[in-house]
């Protein structure tokens, strides 16, 4: 990778859903010279679409935000994960742990200028030092910990045209697998998302969401009916008038879900 030259800005996005409190940052960071904020998220959907669409050197991000968090904003980002990353947010002691035990920065709203100027020299030194298309592995650790902490798959973050839309897991009535992607059913709309179905059952919550076959998952909520075939498999009738078969693989854990289900 060829060296920045001297003076060369340094491009950032602040991300906060609360417009006092990006107005604050904005305001402190005015006093960098070498810092150009060239965009301003107030929400996780808009923000995805900004880092790809701008690929900027660094991401102010707050952590709590409605709807997509600032983790959910990372997961979806991969490898276009900015050189930079400074993790804005209140006093959570869950977060400020795992961003410790990464060795990633960041700072405590309201915003003490002498901690934000620690964290703009760190930036410095991570976009000086940035490798191209390589994410910084301590964020994939990072994730890899949230993930593994006992929090399960809440909202997808789905495409329709030109827009991104978020799905309640809560409303996916049932899950397709489509290859190299997973078709959720939610009522009368469709949804393709990237992914597994094996990775989907991994995520999901095992008190509503159950692996019925090797192509498919349901939610318990939409269920009307078990229905046995012939064959000893089952077929699942759901809500929206959908039969998911019920392989016999699948069959024994499935009924003891239901039986414990509330």
């Not at 006093?91 to 002498?114: G, M, Q, S, T, W």
């Not at 269920?223 to 998911?244: I, K, T, Y």
């Amino acid at each position: 990778m060829a060296e920045r030259t001297p003076g060369t800005q340094i491009t950032a996005v602040i991300v906060d859903d609360e417009p006092l409190a990006r107005e604050g940052l904005r305001e402190l960071l005015a006093a960098y010279a070498d810092i150009r904020i060239v965009a301003e998220c107030e929400d996780g959907v808009a923000a995805i679409e900004t880092v790809r669409s701008l690929r900027p050197d660094c991401l102010f991000l707050d952590i709590q935000m409605p709807e997509i968090g600032g983790f959910e904003v990372l997961e979806q980002l991969g490898e276009r994960i900015p050189p930079a990353v400074v993790f804005v947010t209140a006093y959570d002691e869950f977060a400020l742990r795992a961003f410790e035990v990464h060795a990633l920065d960041y700072v405590l709203k309201p915003i003490d200028p002498a901690r934000l100027e620690l964290a703009v020299d760190r930036v410095r030194r991570a976009v000086a030092s940035a490798v191209p298309f390589a994410a910084d592995p301590r964020i994939a650790d990072l994730l890899a910990s949230v993930a593994s902490s006992g929090g399960y798959l809440e909202r997808f973050l789905v495409r329709t045209g030109s827009r991104l839309v978020v799905v309640r897991a809560a409303d996916v009535e049932w899950i397709e697998a489509q290859r190299d992607y997973v078709r959720l059913h939610c009522r009368e709309k469709r949804h393709l998302v990237r992914g597994t179905l094996q990775e989907m059952a991994s995520r999901l919550d095992p008190s509503r969401f159950q692996r019925v076959h090797r192509s498919a998952i349901v939610n318990i909520d939409f269920l009307l009916e078990v229905h046995p075939l012939e064959s000893g498999d089952h077929a699942l009738l759901m809500r929206g008038g959908a039969r998911v078969p019920l392989s016999r693989s699948y069959r024994d854990a499935f009924m003891a879900a239901l039986q414990t289900h509330r």
